[in-house]
């Protein structure tokens, strides 16, 4: 428990870090940190195939789509950048100490009923479930799949001459 | 069949809180285009870890990682469009600042 709680820790952090630095390459490391160290929460809570997915998806496919648009995009002047670091310092200063501030107040609060949940009985395999219990879902996927193949054609189109 | 949820649930719900706040306030807080983007990553992160966690409370875990799939495919699509959606912003504005979006004619 005490080194799942630190996973937890790190992986706060890690957003932290995504959210507050001022580098946009830097940023987008933070989050695929972020997705790694979620990979291996998920697998030490026994989700071994979402942890894949999240790892390789998340941490690998959203990552590199990141990079391409910070790339693709110009860089600031250094007079640009003072300013911009000045006024991020400004705004974002207040966000450690209010994560600070709601860890503590959370970590003792205890709504003082349990929760309960009434769920119909039985749980098979991930893959049972996912192609023999979710059809629908499986088919919005492939419909919002093909939304993001549009994306793609959107993300690397070119000016009409 | 009935679930009481453990203690550790509390633990768990904390560091959920935890990411959403940052995710929210990265979000709200910036001025960057990409990094609402960013914003948007983490609360999807939050809604993933609470799935998963609510999976292994529930002893559901298999219909949690459906879900958390489904997540994770919608959450790639979503971030694919709206990179589309930023780049395009940059080549008509030369700009990622969110400021810039107000005078567009919609």
Known sequence: MIWLTLLLVLLVLAALWASMTTALLRATLGLALTSALLSVVMFALGATLAAVVELSVCAGLISVV??????????????????????????????????????VALSFVRVPVDIILRLPAGDGDVRTVLWSMRQLDLFGQILILLAGVFGVLVLFRKEAK | MTIVI???????FTFFALLLIDGLWCM???????????????????????????????????????????????????????????????????????????????
């Open chain 1, 66 to 103: 990141l990079v391409s648009v910070t790339s693709l995009t110009q860089p600031r002047s250094l007079k640009e950048a003072v300013e911009a670091r000045k006024n991020r310092l400004h705004r974002f200063w207040p966000l450690p100490l209010v994560l600070l501030g709601a860890g």
């Open chain 2, 6 to 12: 453990p203690q550790s649930f509390w633990l768990y």
């Open chain 2, 28 to 106: 709200l807080a910036t001025r960057n285009l990409v990094r609402v983007l960013i914003g948007i990553e983490i609360l999807m992160k939050s809604v993933t870890f609470f799935l998963i966690v609510a999976g292994y409370l529930s002893g559901r875990m298999a219909l949690a990682q459906a879900l958390v799939i489904t997540v994770i495919v919608i959450e790639v699509v979503v971030v694919v469009v709206v990179a589309g959606v930023i780049l395009g912003f940059f080549r008509k504005r030369d700009s990622l600042d969110v400021r810039n979006t107000r005078d567009m004619k919609g």
